[in-house]
Each structure stands twice: as C-alpha cells, then as structure tokens.
C-alpha cells in the first residue's frame, strides 16, 4: 500500500534558503518537495533559465525531485483582467519550469471573489479564465491541480465540482486540501465523496474549526486518517501527499492569504519552521503507520 505514495512538502515553510529546505527534507528521508518559493521568491517570478542555473544544481546536488509547482496562479481578483494577462504570461513560463524540472503538476486556483460578492455570479467568467488556463497547460502536457482555497470561487465542494464538470479536461484535476475545507465550513468526508473522480493531488494540513486555525495532521477535524485509510485501502490512491504544515509563521505566507498571517497562525506550535515540518512529517508517518497495520 505505502509503495503507492511519496511524501512531499512545501518546503519554504521550513526556511527561505532553498539549500537549508533541501537539507532538511533529506535528512528526514525524504526526496521531494512542492516548489513554490526559493531564497525569498516566489516560483512564479523565476524563470526557466534562472531555475536551471540557480535551483536545479542543489535540486541534483541533494537528489531532491519535485512533485508540483507551487504556484499562485489564479490567486488574483477574478475582475482583474491586467493580473489575469500577467499570470498567463507567468504560467507559459512554469510550464516550461515544470519540464525542466520532469514534473506533471502545477498547483493553481480559481479567482478571489470580491468581499461581499455573490461567488456564484462569476460562475461564467471563472469557467472562461480556467479554459484559457488550460489551454496553455495543454500545450507542454501539464495537469493544472485546482486547490480548494478560502475565498476563491472553488472554496465549497459544490463550486469545485462545478469547475470540474464543466471544464472537464484530463489537465485539470483536483488537489485535496483537507485544512481549507474545514476553514470554509465544510465536511471533508462529503467533499472527498462529491470529488473523488477528480482527485489527483492531497495536501496533508489539518485545522479546527473553533478559531479556523491550523493543527498538526491528524489532530483536528479533517478526518485526514479516516480518508487516507478510504484513499489506500478501498480506493487505490496513488501519488503524492503533500506536507503543508502551516504550524510555524514563515516568510512567504504573507503572499498566500487575504487576511493577515496571524489570524491563519496564531501561535507558533514548534521552536522553527524545520521543527514544525518535522512534527507534520512524523504525524503523517505515524498516520500512514496506522493505517496499514489495520
């Protein structure tokens, strides 16, 4: 069963040096990280030439791969047609990061949805922009993975399905993000058993819903075991789960939210991003551990 998955991580919450995130995903065993920023800057605003010299030697160096690209593609307003052009520029380029790099995935999202605005009004111009999005990763063979996400138009299981069915490509699939479901009032077992064709990509963050805030996997209420157990067991998951602890303040997490950092991560919960990594990676062992002596 566990032959089937590779653990990965967005490893820039352990640090913003890219060679120290390398060196502590490889100390803990592991050999890939979610890339989505290196040396204080975002994946997006590398290029293809700047990852070949400056990222993918310490890439070969630690024999570290890469599962997904982290990007921010589609966390832009959806009436914001100047950031819409930038981020197709931006995404022509990740594709071109991605093949470098022999991954598969860009992680992207659906459009933040004007405070106090009916998101299901966009529905049409949401679906129009992701065709457009599609498209371009089509034409390098690169499957966009939509995160479910606060405040974006695919923040319920309902909108994300929408997206699905309507789009319906093979290079735009699902990344299960159990945390963001829970944050947005949602029960992720419904959501798992509404979106389960699509899923293609998990990222392993939990939260509770008393103060919408962020736990170690397993302790809150994403019912991460539970679904995991379903994923291996019953349903032949195969891929990637994807550490994304968000149990430490880290520097590029200003750049991830609508709101201030410090209504996501209230209180540190571990001495150092690197220590905060680890505590998710062991819980998901100990997870993954769980599951397969049932």
């Given at each position: ?78 009436v914001d047609e100047e950031g819409f052009e930038k981020q197709k520029v931006q995404l022509l380029e990740l594709c071109k990061i991605c093949k470098l790099l022999d991954c598969r995935f860009i992680r992207m999202f659906s459009f ?183």
């Amino acid at each position: 069963m566990l032959d089937r998955v590779c653990i990965s991580g967005f490893a820039d919450e352990i640090s913003s040096d890219f060679e120290e995130q390398l060196k502590t995903v490889t100390e803990l065993g592991m050999h890939y990280i979610s890339l989505r920023s290196a040396d204080k800057k975002g994946i997006a605003d590398y290029t293809a030439q700047e990852v070949q010299t400056e990222l993918l030697p310490l890439l070969e160096k630690y024999q570290v791969k890469v599962s997904s690209i982290g990007s921010p593609i589609g966390k832009v307003g959806v009436v914001d047609e100047e950031g819409f052009e930038k981020q197709k520029v931006q995404l022509l380029e990740l594709c071109k990061i991605c093949k470098l790099l022999d991954c598969r995935f860009i992680r992207m999202f659906s459009f933040f949805i004007p405070e106090g605005k009916d998101a299901d009004s966009y529905r049409e111009t949401v679906i129009t922009k992701l065709r457009q999005l599609v498209e371009i990763a089509k034409q390098h063979d690169i499957i966009l993975i939509h995160e479910n996400e606060k405040d974006i138009y695919g923040d319920t299981k309902e909108r994300c399905r929408t997206l699905f069915e309507e789009i319906s490509d093979s290079h735009f699939q699902a990344a299960f993000d159990f945390a963001n479901f829970v944050q947005c009032g949602e029960d992720t077992e419904e959501c798992w058993d509404m979106l389960k064709p699509y899923i293609v990509y998990i990222h392993i963050k939990d939260a509770v819903t008393t103060d919408n805030e962020n736990v170690v996997c397993g302790t809150g209420e994403g019912k991460i075991e539970k679904l995991l157990d379903r994923a291996l067991n019953q349903e032949g998951y195969q891929g990637f789960l994807t550490l994304e602890p968000h149990l430490v303040l880290f520097d590029s997490l200003a750049s991830l939210e609508t709101t201030e950092a410090e209504n996501v991560i209230k209180k540190n919960k571990a001495e150092t991003g690197a220590d905060g990594y680890a505590m998710q990676y062991h819980a998901l062992c100990a997870i993954l551990e769980n599951i397969q002596n049932k």
